[in-house]
């Protein structure tokens, strides 16, 4: 894999996924997601491992969102279907986990990298952490599942502020609006994180599995919400206001929307 770094052997039961694109912030690329929906699969299928930690690579960010430079270009049907697939191929299928996964969320959590984070079951940050959906001001919206999950953990008035105004978080304030569960030292996160993994590890597998499933059948009116996420998402890209956003963020300038 050129894209990602599995660990599964320097902690008993424990797997640690690496996003490693360091340069680009970890941004996710097609290929990224392709190959972490392949690990994820091998994970949840290995009796061995009883939970997965998700991480990025570098000091400077978890996941800075979906690569612009790729989907800069795209048709309303190519947002469209590549919102889908992103949900069956990724987001859905971290929640979907019959392990806990872990997001230790190192630094830039933002668009499809937030949405990506509150896929997994729980979330710890280091103190530089800073969190957010970004996408409005690309003339987008979050099309990874943000519209749904945001709300779920932080409630919606707080999740319409961050999503309306393209609007950050600190790691402290995250912790205040439950949005992460702990925040430490980017030397302590992994430590933090693999704590917290042994502790689940101690655990029947077989209840948690039950533990996560439960808590998840709460979520079923999500369905819905999120295939409207997924037309709206489409609809995005026959919009010049996201030719106007992805270009000025590709050239480095600030977006003239014209509401069109
Ligand atoms: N995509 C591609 N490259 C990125 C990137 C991203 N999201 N974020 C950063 N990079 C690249 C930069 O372009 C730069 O590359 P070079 O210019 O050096 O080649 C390199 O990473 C370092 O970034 P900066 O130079 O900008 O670093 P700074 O410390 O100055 O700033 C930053 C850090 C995180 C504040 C900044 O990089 C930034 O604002 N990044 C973009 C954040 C953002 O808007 N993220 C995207 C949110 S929208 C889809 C489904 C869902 C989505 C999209 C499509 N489909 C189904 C099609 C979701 C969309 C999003 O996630």
Redesign the pocket.
Known sequence: MENILLDTSSHPHIAIITINRP???N?LNRATIEELSSALDDLNGNQDIRCVILTGSGE??FV??????E?AA?TVE??RM??A??HQKLFNKVELMRKPVIAAVNG?A????L?LAMSAHIRVASDNAVLG???V??G?I???GGTQRLPRLVGSGKALELICTAGKMSAEDAKQWGLVNDVVSQEELLNTAIGMAQKIARQSPTAVAFALQAVRAGYAHEASGRQAEIEA?GKCFGTADFKEGTEA?LEKRKPSFEGK
């Not at 800075?64 to 430079?69: F, N, R, T």
């Not at 933002?110 to 990298?113: A, D, Q, T, V």
């Open positions: 340069k680009q912030l941004a400077k960010a800075a969102g979906a690569d612009i430079k989907f795209f190519e947002g590549l919102s697939e992103g830039f933002l668009g499809g990298g949405e959906l970004p996408e001001s690309l987008v979050p099309g990874y998402f963020f």
